[in-house]
T-cell receptor, first 115, second 110 residues
Framework: DVKVTQSSRYLVKRTGEKVFLECVQD?????MFWYRQDPGLGLRLIYFSYDVKMKEKGDIPEGYSVSREKKERFSLILESASTNQTSMYLC????WGEGAQETQYFGPGTRLLVL | SQQGEEDPQALSIQEGENATMNCSYK?????LQWYRQNSGRGLVHLIL?????REKHSGRLRVTLDTSKKSSSLLITASRAADTASYFC??????????FGDGTTLTVKP
């Protein structure tokens, strides 16, 4: 059974803190994604990685960075958390599909509250 | 602007009725996918339909794709209370990436 896990289901942080969100997949997928989900705005892509040490900016990368040192792990970093980064964060992975979107497998999400 | 947009935003039906949700998109696609999200959880893939397909079935789900109208529909037949969730269409924007709409929130009353 395919599995994507995220390090925390709920997280409370203070403004200015550095925040790490971890995502691990066990399907040997090439692609990994970080989204944030906000009411009325749907899912927005923050960063995308198609290989180890490779990353691409999504639609809303400002205030975020990512790290992919191993194929199975994709980390999202909030360098200095702000209240407008309070959101639900979803990680997903998919196989490489030669350019076309493939089925994405999602983790359970991390609900982050920045105070 | 978003590639895929679902309609209606919210749908409330009785158990046993059919539910139909629509998705419209703007540019050419290789495929279109539908996902489901239970409250507070991650998305789960339901069905993928390729641009050269017009209809696809999976259990109680039926998806149609009309590339000339740039639209797709998801039909859930004989709905159950457990079908209560949000449903999203995802269209591809190249390089393996997808774009998701805001979703349709379906409530099935027992």
């Amino acid at each position: 059974d395919v599995k994507v896990t995220q390090s925390s289901r709920y997280l409370v942080k203070r403004t200015g803190e550095k925040v790490f969100l971890e995502c691990v997949q066990d399907m040997d997928h090439e692609n990994m994604f970080w989204y944030r989900q906000d009411p009325g705005l749907g899912l927005r892509l923050i960063y995308f990685s198609y290989d180890v040490k490779m990353k691409e900016k999504g639609d809303i990368p400002e205030g975020y960075s990512v790290s992919r040192e191993k194929k199975e792990r994709f980390s999202l970093i909030l360098e200095s958390a702000s209240t407008n980064q309070t959101s639900m964060y979803l990680c997903a992975s998919s196989p490489w599909g030669e350019g076309a979107q493939e089925t994405q497998y999602f983790g359970p999400g991390t609900r982050l509250l920045v105070l | 602007s978003q590639q895929g947009e679902e309609d209606p935003q919210a749908l409330s039906i009785q158990e046993g009725e059919n539910a139909t949700m629509n998705c419209s998109y703007k540019t050419s696609i290789n495929n279109l996918q539908w996902y489901r999200q239970n409250s507070g959880r991650g998305l789960v893939h339901l069905i993928l339909i390729r641009s050269n397909e017009r209809e696809k079935h999976s259990g109680r789900l039926r998806v149609t794709l009309d590339t000339s109208k740039k639209s797709s529909s998801l039909l859930i037949t004989a709905s159950r209370a457990a079908d209560t969730a949000s449903y999203f269409c995802a269209t591809d924007v190249g390089a393996g990436k997808s774009t998701f709409g805001d979703g349709t929130t379906l409530t099935v009353k027992p």
